[in-house]
């Protein structure tokens, strides 16, 4: 083969080999592999003052609790924003607070506790919830529902961070409110919704 030909068959070849490799590398961030929707897990519930809240029928109570979030994503950074948190019966609020935000690395787990305030205070009980109330209270089975939201972001292989989304976790949990001294959780399950930034954003 003549020189001239074999320098640019070779020439030719090193741009095929960039062309494929930007390609390859452009499917891989286009399809997101490395990017993955978090998972949250309540791990300690605890209400307090709910005993007075039902001799008073009107609702004063602290829902203090530990959950741990994980990021299962290969290549993602997440800034969480501060958390705001409502806990629900029913129509009733238990509790109501901001947890501060953090930002976590790949496959980091991070754990974040809260002391949430009933809101708002002393909130009246009518007589269908006082006794649905009491019942639960007395059979030790209260279903509670926690809601979270979060303005949060993410950075990817690229380096370049996504826009800001509103994610929502919500959590059913059931717990026994007769436990005074010990975590009161007996289920937890946690959805993660809106995360969906990860298919358009
Ligand atoms: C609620 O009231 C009952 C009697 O009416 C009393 O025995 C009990 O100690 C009170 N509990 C609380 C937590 O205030
Ligand atoms: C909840 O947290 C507050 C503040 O950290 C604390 O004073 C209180 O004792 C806790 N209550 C329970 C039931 O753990
Ligand atoms: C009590 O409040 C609930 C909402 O939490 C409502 O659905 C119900 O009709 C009310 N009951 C009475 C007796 O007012
Ligand atoms: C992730 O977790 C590891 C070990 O738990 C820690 O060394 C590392 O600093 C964390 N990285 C980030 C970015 O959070």
Known sequence: MPKVVKKYGCICFCISVCILGLTLFGYYIGTGKFLEVPSFQVLDFRLSGLDESLNMSRVNTRSNFTIETHNRGKNMHIYYDDFHFSVQWKNV?????????????????????????????????????????????????????????????????????????????????????????????????????????????
Not at 95 to 102: D, M
Not at 167 to 174: L, P, S, Y
């Open 93 to 201: 609020n238990m509790g109501h607070g901001r947890v501060a935000g953090f930002s976590q690395g790949s496959k980091n787990t991070s754990y974040f506790t809260g002391s949430l305030q009933s809101h708002p205070a002393n909130r009246k009980l009518n007589a269908t919830e006082q006794a649905q109330l009491m019942e639960a209270r007395n059979i030790g089975s209260m279903p509670l529902s926690i809601d979270m939201i979060v303005k949060t972001q993410w950075k990817d292989i690229s380096g370049l961070k996504s826009d800001k989304f509103d994610a929502r976790v919500e959590c059913q949990i059931t717990i026994e409110p007769r436990i005074s001294a010990a975590s009161q959780l007996l289920e937890q399950d946690c959805k993660v919704l809106n995360f969906k930034c990860l298919e358009d954003c």
